[in-house]
């Protein structure tokens, strides 16, 4: 698995969770990781990105509640879940664009398996 989500769980409304999303390491370079949230009988959407340079954007529902940041050193980037909402209740995706691999293999993006993120009420 080349990028590995996880920290999901159940949360009352109001809480927090942290999600985790490890980047192998026989990636060399991303320009940038998002994570991307799907709910049942729902289209995924993007939550927030974290590019390279460590620009930053956020989806309007998530805005001052998430936080996504990044750990080179670690090749891991986490989403910071503030103040969680039953509506934030969702399959939680990281995504990695422009990626390219040690081998010198290049793909646009590719996907993590997903981690479950329930908020109770």
């Known amino acids: 698995v080349q990028l590995q989500a996880s920290g999901g769980g159940l949360a009352q409304a109001g809480g927090s969770l942290r999600l985790s999303c490890v980047v192998s390491e026989t990636i060399i370079r991303v320009n940038a990781v998002g994570w991307y949230r799907q709910a049942p009988g729902k289209q995924r959407e993007l939550v927030a990105t974290?590019?390279?340079?460590?620009?930053?954007n956020y989806a309007d529902s998530v805005k001052v509640r998430f936080t996504v940041s990044r750990d080179n050193a670690k090749n891991t980037v986490y989403l910071q879940m503030e103040n969680l909402k039953p509506e934030d209740t969702a399959v939680y995706y990281c995504?990695?664009?422009?990626?390219?691999?040690?081998?010198?293999?290049?793909?646009?993006?590719?996907w993590g398996q997903g981690t479950q993120v329930t908020v109770s009420s």
């Open positions: 995504n990695a664009r422009d990626v390219e691999y040690r081998s010198g293999t290049y793909y646009y993006e590719q």
């Open positions: 974290i590019t390279s340079g460590g620009s930053t």
